[in-house]
């Protein structure tokens, strides 16, 4: 596992940040003042009262996020934009799944792992498109800069193949979460 991490440097650093955003997060949380975890207690509370999930803007969120994650992927100074957006969304899942354990406690931890279920498993998809994204940018610099003469028609299939993946998992996700809030919605009444 360690020879893999040096061997892959991109997967590493992404790897790394990843982490540091998550911890970021949870940070965060913990150093709120007491008027402002009143305030994210309220939203849970209503969050939890009015939950909106569909399938459509679940999957629409979905793909729409990825795909911004495989546009940027195609620019050359979107790599920063790209880990950027990616980040933040593992800083908010974070922070988020700390707020609810910080309301519902340990006590309601099978619900919390359930609700966030889909969210962490599109987190996991959106750090393989992220890493995809990051090597194809990588490749246009060498190609584009460097002159090296890489196959570029065959690694844009096999890029574009990583998006029609990607769409095919976030609708499987989409399902999946509203099939989830379906079913706490159900129990929580």
Not at 25 to 48: K, P, T, W, Y
Not at 58 to 85: D, H, P, R
Not at 124 to 148: P, W
Not at 180 to 186: A, F, R
Request: charged share 10%; proline share 2%; hydrophobic share 60%.
């Amino acid at each position: 596992m360690i020879s893999f991490f040096k061997k892959n440097k991109v997967f590493s650093i992404l790897f790394f940040l990843t982490c540091i955003s998550f911890l970021s997060g949870i940070f965060f949380h913990a150093m709120l003042d007491q008027s402002s975890r009143e305030v994210v207690q309220n939203n849970i509370i209503n969050i939890l009262k009015n939950p909106s999930f569909s399938f459509g803007s679940t999957f629409l969120n979905y793909t729409l996020f990825g795909f911004i994650l495989w546009i940027l992927g195609i620019s050359v100074i979107g790599i920063l934009i790209l880990c950027f957006l990616f980040l933040l969304k593992v800083f908010i899942l974070s922070f988020e799944f700390c707020s609810f354990f910080h309301y519902l406690k340990i006590k309601n931890i099978i619900f919390l792992l359930l609700y966030f279920l889909p969210d962490i498993l599109f987190l996991v998809i959106c750090f393989i498109l992220v890493y995809y994204s990051i090597r194809f940018s990588l490749y246009l610099i060498q190609f584009l800069f460097f002159h090296k003469n890489l196959s570029f028609p065959v690694i844009m299939k096999r890029y574009s193949k990583i998006l029609l993946v990607f769409f095919i998992f976030s609708f499987i996700l989409s399902a999946i979460s509203t099939l989830i809030s379906s079913l706490l919605d159900y129990f929580l009444l």
